[in-house]
């Protein structure tokens, strides 16, 4: 697929997103925002995706509303920009039957500091920094940081860093829990393939319901999460990969995954 504001790069089954909007630290307006609703609608839909890597061009991840591109509107309507453009990318994120692998390889700030607590597994550099801008400018949480930064760090280190908005470097968030894996800059591509690769040959399937039901986990009792464990396991059960599972651990061999 072609975008003005985002590559959408495809290769034995990941996909890759750049947010390429580099000479503004891949700032998000208008076009980029839905631009990325689109991108997660065609990656649903793709088979031949498994997973997705989320990354920004340049120096920076992406360092959140462009305040440039609003500025001068005297009426805006914040809970139509949130609504029309950016919960609509959070909930595609949660949503999406596929893994997604945030590569942070700079600044994720505000909105953008949200899209990254969206991903799945998130590789930190050493240089890249998280922060949650928005009291720098009098706003508050909004694209699910009020949702992510609890459940992830607690909620007193939350209030801190939605209330003062610290600089979190990438060892900092592997220490505090927010990222999976934190690297050099030297090394970061390499460890984001090795771990795209696992999910690239992993069964998919599996591992889409298992990110609905963690989704799940953190507002239902034990009963309905023992109900839906339940469900979810009678589905991946009917799936050619298991067939394959119990094939090569019965011949003492790899498992070759399709996704299906």
Request: overall charge neutral; proline content about 3%.
């Amino acid at each position: 697929m072609e975008f003005e504001s985002l590559l959408y790069q495809k290769e034995n089954n990941i996909l890759r997103l750049t947010l390429n909007r580099p000479e503004v630290y891949n700032a998000l307006d208008d076009k980029l925002t839905y631009e990325l609703q689109d991108a997660f609608k065609a990656a649903e839909k793709d088979r031949d995706i498994r997973v997705i890597v989320l990354t920004g061009a340049g120096k920076a991840f992406c360092s959140g509303q462009d305040l440039k591109a609003i500025s001068g509107i005297e009426k805006r309507s914040f809970i139509d920009s949130i609504n029309k453009r950016y919960n609509p990318i959070i909930r595609a994120m949660r949503n999406i039957s596929k893994p997604i692998i945030c590569r942070l390889n700079g600044v994720a700030a505000g909105a953008g500091c949200s899209l990254a607590l969206a991903c799945d597994f998130i590789i930190a550099s050493e240089s890249a920094v998280l922060v949650e801008a928005f009291i720098n400018i009098g706003l508050v949480l909004d694209s699910g940081s009020s949702y992510f930064l609890p459940r992830l760090v607690g909620s007193t280190r939350a209030f801190e860093i939605a209330t003062m908005a610290p600089k979190i470097s990438g060892q900092q968030a592997f220490d505090w829990g927010i990222a999976n894996r934190v690297c050099t800059p030297e090394t970061l591509d390499e460890t984001v393939n090795e771990i795209a690769n696992y999910y690239a040959n992993a069964p998919t399937k599996a591992i889409g319901l298992m990110k609905k039901m963690l989704n799940k986990s953190t507002s239902s009792e034990m009963e309905v999460a023992l109900e839906y464990e339940a469900y979810c396991q009678e589905i991946a059960g009917n799936t050619e990969d298991n067939k394959e599972g119990v094939r090569s651990f019965i011949e003492k061999r790899k498992p070759e995954f399709k996704g299906f």
